[in-house]
Each structure stands twice: as structure tokens, then as C-alpha cells.
């Protein structure tokens, strides 16, 4: 796994309610970076700064990961665990080959 990679992805919602997997520092810190200046709070700029550290080594992408579920969960951005997203969770677990 690369360094900046989440062990478990944070899904989100996104656009008109669709989840999206957040599997890694760059792709939450893409998320924070196009998230609406008029909506950004404190919240925004730790998770922000932290995957800033995390992509340049200075903290892991766990600490970062939970920065940006932090963000997620505060404005209501987390996705509801369905059971077909579990299953792929699952399945992503059990088999190293599964992407």
C-alpha cells in the first residue's frame, strides 16, 4: 500500500448524493480544496492542513484520514453504511487483489 493511502477508504457523499470513496491523503485533500470558500471553518483548515503535512511526510495518512472524516461528519457529508457498500469493504479486505 502507498504511503498515502487510507487503509480504509471515507465514503462521502457527493454532487446529488452520490458516494464517492475517499481512498487517500491527495484525493480528500482534492475534496477540501474544492470545497465552497463560503462554507469553510475551522474544521476545513485543520483537515486541510493536515493532509497538507501528510502529503509531505510529515504525519501518516491515518492522522489525516481522520482530519478529513472529522470534516466529513461535521457538515453531513459521511455516506450511510449500505449493505452493498460493506460488501465491497468486505471483499476488498479479504482479497489484496480487489481494487
Do not use: N
Amino acid at each position: 500500500m502507498k504511503p498515502d493511502m487510507f487503509r480504509q477508504p471515507v465514503t462521502i457523499l457527493v454532487g446529488l448524493g452520490f458516494p464517492a470513496e475517499v481512498r487517500g491523503v491527495l484525493d480528500a485533500y482534492r475534496h477540501l480544496v474544492e470545497w465552497p470558500v463560503s462554507f469553510r471553518d475551522a474544521a476545513h483548515s485543520v483537515a486541510l492542513k493536515a493532509c497538507r503535512a501528510a502529503l509531505h511526510g510529515e504525519i501518516e495518512a491515518e492522522t489525516a484520514r481522520g482530519f478529513f472524516a472529522a470534516f466529513a461528519a461535521k457538515h453531513d457529508l459521511l455516506a450511510p453504511e449500505t449493505p452493498a457498500i460493506a460488501a465491497s469493504h468486505m471483499r476488498r479486505d479479504r482479497d489484496p487483489h480487489v481494487q
